[in-house]
């Protein structure tokens, strides 16, 4: 009997055991995603803490620079590049205009530009910019070239979409824009194209997929509170060659908020939206179903901070979560989190 009762209890045991473990991973809405953010082998970012940089890839090297920091000289000007199969950050030849925070960047040809933004020189046209520079990553070198046609303002966007780029939306310190300008590296001159339908706002994202630009999110003139969720196509050969704009299905789940100064990363044809004002979640965006679907929360919610994709791996990092930060973190989007990685 002794033994019947001490079977009976092991077993009750064991399965109330199982019951709990199954029941917490059940409760936890993090268990069936998919994503890993780690930092395991990453180093942290090469130049001091930051928010508000821009970066960009150019083969196999990604890059960050300009920004805000929490130093003497706040708005910086240096730059650094990543190498993903080394791992190693070096400095390059630091941006030719002045140190800023807020600019936008773009490449084309194997050549980056890097303009607008808000340098904190308020007696020249209160600090907004319109400049823009060309880096050659051959010989290390910028030059510079024409201003932005559509005037200064910090929190542009930009985007290549067909080896043109574009650059508009943003805001200047008497009010926000709708407005995009096609670019041509070639002449260096800059045509205004079709305004954006979805309104006024700063702080937006873009992404390239599969030969199609992507414009949304970010805050619209009706204040901060306002954050729309919202995301549009973008055709350059639309409306004659000016482009046109579609407004795309939005995103209905519950748990799927607008969210403004968020960073778009783009993996293997799909685009993946991390962080953004007070956010930790993670989106990836499909563009041939349009659908949206939850992957694995990046570890703390930050604003500001840069990113880009090297390959099947999304790179992300800088930016802020109440103080200027340098950690930078790898995603794989392919397979479970872990969080011993995590470290």
């Given at each position: 009997?002794?033994?019947?009762?001490?079977?009976?209890?092991?077993?009750?045991?064991?399965?109330?055991?199982?019951?709990?473990?199954?029941?917490?991973?059940?409760?936890?809405?993090?268990?069936?995603?998919?994503?890993?953010?780690?930092?395991?082998?990453?180093?942290?970012?090469?130049?001091?803490?930051?928010?508000?940089?821009?970066?960009?890839?150019?083969?196999?090297?990604?890059?960050?620079?300009?920004?805000?920091?929490?130093?003497?000289?706040?708005?910086?000007?240096?730059?650094?590049?990543?190498?993903?199969?080394?791992?190693?950050?070096?400095?390059?030849?630091?941006?030719?205009?002045?140190?800023?925070?807020?600019?936008?960047?773009?490449?084309?040809?194997?050549?980056?530009?890097?303009?607008?933004?808000?340098d904190?020189?308020?007696?020249?046209?209160?600090?907004?910019?319109?400049?823009?520079?060309?880096?050659?990553?051959?010989?290390?070198?910028?030059?510079?070239?024409?201003?932005?046609?559509g005037?200064?303002?910090?929190?542009?966007?930009?985007?290549?979409?067909?080896?043109?780029?574009?650059?508009?939306?943003?805001?200047?310190?008497?009010?926000?824009?709708?407005?995009?300008?096609?670019?041509?590296?070639?002449?260096?001159?800059?045509?205004?194209?079709?305004?954006?339908?979805?309104?006024?706002?700063?702080?937006?994202?873009?992404?390239?997929?599969?030969?199609?630009?992507?414009?949304?999110?970010?805050q619209?003139?009706?204040g901060?509170?306002?954050?729309?969720?919202?995301?549009?196509?973008?055709?350059?050969?639309?409306?004659?060659?000016?482009?046109?704009?579609?407004?795309?299905?939005?995103?209905?789940?519950?748990?799927?908020?607008?969210?403004?100064?968020?960073?778009a990363?783009?993996?293997?044809?799909?685009?993946y939206?991390?962080?953004?004002?007070?956010k930790?979640?993670?989106?990836?965006y499909?563009?041939?179903?349009?659908?949206?679907?939850?992957?694995?929360?990046?570890?703390?919610?930050r604003?500001?901070?840069?990113?880009?994709?090297?390959?099947?791996?999304?790179?992300?990092?800088?930016?802020s979560?109440?103080?200027?930060?340098?950690?930078?973190?790898?995603?794989?989007?392919?397979?479970?989190?872990?969080?011993?990685?995590?470290?």
């Amino acid at each position: 009997m002794f033994n019947t009762l001490k079977k009976t209890t092991l077993a009750l045991l064991v399965a109330s055991v199982s019951l709990t473990q199954f029941s917490c991973k059940d409760d936890d809405p993090e268990a069936d995603k998919l994503g890993n953010w780690y930092r395991t082998g990453i180093p942290n970012f090469g130049g001091s803490a930051r928010s508000r940089a821009v970066s960009f890839v150019i083969g196999n090297k990604g890059y960050i620079g300009t920004g805000l920091t929490s130093e003497t000289v706040q708005r910086v000007k240096d730059f650094w590049s990543y190498d993903a199969t080394t791992k190693i950050w070096s400095q390059v030849a630091p941006f030719e205009g002045s140190g800023r925070n807020d600019a936008t960047a773009f490449v084309v040809g194997g050549k980056a530009y890097v303009g607008t933004g808000f340098d904190g020189v308020t007696t020249v046209d209160g600090g907004y910019k319109k400049d823009f520079y060309q880096y050659d990553p051959a010989t290390n070198k910028w030059t510079k070239k024409a201003d932005f046609a559509g005037g200064t303002r910090q929190y542009a966007t930009s985007f290549v979409a067909d080896n043109r780029a574009y650059v508009g939306l943003g805001y200047n310190g008497s009010g926000f824009y709708q407005d995009f300008y096609e670019y041509n590296p070639t002449t260096d001159k800059w045509t205004e194209i079709a305004t954006f339908t979805g309104g006024k706002r700063r702080g937006a994202l873009s992404f390239t997929v599969g030969g199609k630009a992507y414009v949304g999110f970010g805050q619209t003139n009706a204040g901060t509170a306002s954050e729309p969720k919202d995301l549009y196509s973008f055709d350059p050969a639309g409306n004659g060659g000016s482009g046109a704009w579609t407004r795309m299905e939005s995103n209905t789940d519950d748990n799927f908020s607008g969210r403004s100064f968020a960073t778009a990363l783009v993996i293997n044809e799909k685009a993946y939206v991390v962080g953004g004002l007070g956010k930790s979640d993670t989106w990836e965006y499909t563009p041939s179903s349009n659908t949206w679907t939850a992957v694995a929360n990046f570890p703390s919610s930050r604003t500001y901070a840069a990113g880009f994709s090297i390959g099947n791996v999304g790179y992300y990092g800088t930016g802020s979560s109440g103080t200027n930060l340098d950690d930078f973190w790898a995603f794989d989007p392919t397979v479970a989190e872990n969080d011993d990685d995590n470290l």
